[in-house]
Nanobody
Framework: QVHLVESGGGLVQAGGSLRLSCAAS????????MGWFRQAPGEEREIVAT????????TYADFVKGRFTISRDNAANTAYLRMDDLRPEDTAVYYC??????????????WGQGTQVTVSA
């Protein structure tokens, strides 16, 4: 299996930026479509962004479009989520996920442990 480890979360003021990283091991990242998800307290997990195997296709949730950018560096076995203009409502645990096939929901096969993002007003 592929093992995913997120990093880069933390506490940031509203309007600030963070870049989350998702390091893959065990299998090449290029084998997988990647997704970023988040789960706020008391809420269901929701999709944030997806990116296909070599980055030719991306999707974004409406609430992050224009603020967040998903990318990948297959040579580095790492996927990224650049988050700009963060808002308090972005506060959540952010997860990266991988699947051999295209997915548009939370049915990804492999998941990281999550990294906490907290945005203060």
């Amino acid at each position: 299996q592929v093992h995913l480890v997120e990093s880069g979360g933390g506490l940031v003021q509203a309007g600030g930026s963070l870049r989350l990283s998702c390091a893959a091991s065990g299998r090449p990242l290029s084998d997988y479509v990647m997704g970023w998800f988040r789960q706020a307290p008391g809420e269901e997990r929701e999709i944030v962004a997806t990116i296909t195997w070599v980055g030719t296709q991306t999707t974004y949730a409406d609430f992050v479009k224009g603020r967040f950018t998903i990318s990948r560096d297959n040579a580095a076995n790492t996927a990224y989520l650049r988050m700009d203009d963060l808002r308090p409502e972005d506060t959540a645990v952010y997860y990266c996920a991988a699947d051999p096939s295209v997915r548009y929901d939370s049915s990804y096969t492999y998941w990281g442990q999550g990294t906490q993002v907290t945005v203060s007003a």
